[in-house]
């Protein structure tokens, strides 16, 4: 809240594991969404709606033991949060308690208000993520920018100002046209953590697999995702050559190895070839 006071831009990273979390809080990342993309970049499923609470408060754990000082908020999955505040209060505490983190996140607007003030008001914070929602793609008939029409757009708007009064200390702007994204956020007092919503949002995150480029070429990637890295060529690079060097037993080489005194493997080899009754 202080850095959107000062009106300097947040930024926002996902990672799933110690390595990820560790990398991205070492470089000075603001924020690390352990997000539920989880099921598909680690662990191999079709999309979000697979992956189980048990499963985000087990990365969540590996998340918050790699950083020291990133502000850190765990995604609620598909089903547990939907069916009451209830459940959704029940759940955060067991992210924030069992994931150790700092916040949590949750789908949907208007119709989740009353989920994000049960948890608020609970002392847990809550990061609101609208426009397009990954969860409900198949609602929405597939992963398709939000807010393209003025109906569109004026809904948008009401469903940012009611996670607001809510309780919401930010919300995620996904796949939303750049003019709209940038007036929601003029018209809000929390800040807006845009993903293919354009630059007049208070802050952006991405899919660190995605921008790091850590996937086989020909992958589909979102439009909004900018590839600052080539992960998988340099991964594949490396493991190639060890497995040549492998395979010629150039590795490893003799500076790999531990020596051991001359005359002690002597002895050790005379009593190995020694005949034992």
């Excluded at 949590?104 to 003030?117: H, Y």
């Excluded at 995150?205 to 850590?214: A, K």
């Amino acid at each position: 809240m202080a850095m959107h006071r000062r009106q300097e831009p947040i930024t926002m990273l996902t990672a799933h594991d110690f390595p990820s979390a560790h990398v991205a809080d070492r470089t000075g990342m603001d924020m690390i969404l352990v997000g539920d993309s989880l099921a598909m970049v680690a662990l191999g499923m079709e999309d979000t709606s697979e992956v189980q609470l048990d499963d985000m408060i087990l990365h969540c754990r590996s998340v918050a033991r790699g950083s020291k000082s990133a502000f850190l908020v765990g995604d609620l999955p598909m089903g547990s949060y939907e069916l009451s505040p209830e459940q959704g209060l029940a759940s955060s505490i067991r992210l924030v308690k069992e994931g150790r983190m700092h916040a949590v996140k949750l789908e949907g607007g208007a119709e989740m208000a009353p989920t994000i003030a049960k948890i608020t008001t609970a002392g847990i914070s809550v990061l609101a993520h609208i426009g397009l929602t990954p969860q409900r793609q198949n609602a929405l008939g597939g992963f398709r920018v939000q807010g393209k029409s003025t109906s569109g757009a004026i809904k948008l708007l009401q469903d940012a100002q009611a996670v607001q009064q809510a309780g919401a200390f930010g919300v995620v702007l996904e796949a939303v046209p750049a003019d709209v994204a940038t007036l929601i956020t003029k018209k809000l007092r929390i800040p807006t953590i845009g993903i293919g919503a354009g630059n007049g949002c208070s802050g952006q995150v991405l899919v660190q697999v995605d921008m790091l480029g850590n996937f086989p070429p020909g992958r589909f990637l979102p439009k909004f995702v900018r590839k600052y890295g080539d992960v998988w060529s340099e991964t594949s690079r490396a493991i190639e050559a060890y497995r040549k060097d492998v395979k010629e037993r150039s590795y490893p080489a003799p500076e790999h190895t531990y020596p051991m005194p001359r005359e002690e493997f002597e002895e050790f080899e005379r009593l190995a070839h020694r005949d034992h009754p």
